[in-house]
């Protein structure tokens, strides 16, 4: 099986690196832990780019968005099945309100 190629957005990036950030001033192993866990979590698209739930709270004409879950962080994503492309969106803390996210 093939595996799909992941690509992760500016927004994406910049959003761990505000992660980290911002737990690093208490801990940089822990930020370091949840950063990898993220990476890592994110890694199993490329072996199962469905595996993630559909996520009803982005509605687009353009694209279906999935999210995997990971400590208190979802990983939006999409999908284009006829590339065989990834595409992480954004890195968004479930303690915040979704209507705020912008994909």
Do not use: C
Not at 13 to 41: C, K, M, W
Not at 74 to 99: A, C, G, L, M
């Amino acid at each position: 099986m093939k595996k799909a190629r992941v690509i992760w957005s500016d927004s994406a990036l910049n959003d761990l690196d505000t992660i980290y950030d911002f737990i690093a001033e208490n801990s940089q192993p822990a930020a370091r832990r949840i950063v990898e866990g993220i990476l890592s979590r994110s890694g199993q698209l490329e072996s199962f780019p469905e595996s993630g739930t559909m996520f009803q709270t982005v509605k687009s004409n353009e694209r279906a968005y999935r999210y995997l879950v990971e400590g208190n962080y979802k990983v939006i994503y999409s999908y284009q099945q006829e590339r065989h492309t990834i595409h992480i969106e954004v890195i968004f803390d479930t303690r915040y309100d979704p209507e705020k996210l912008s994909v």
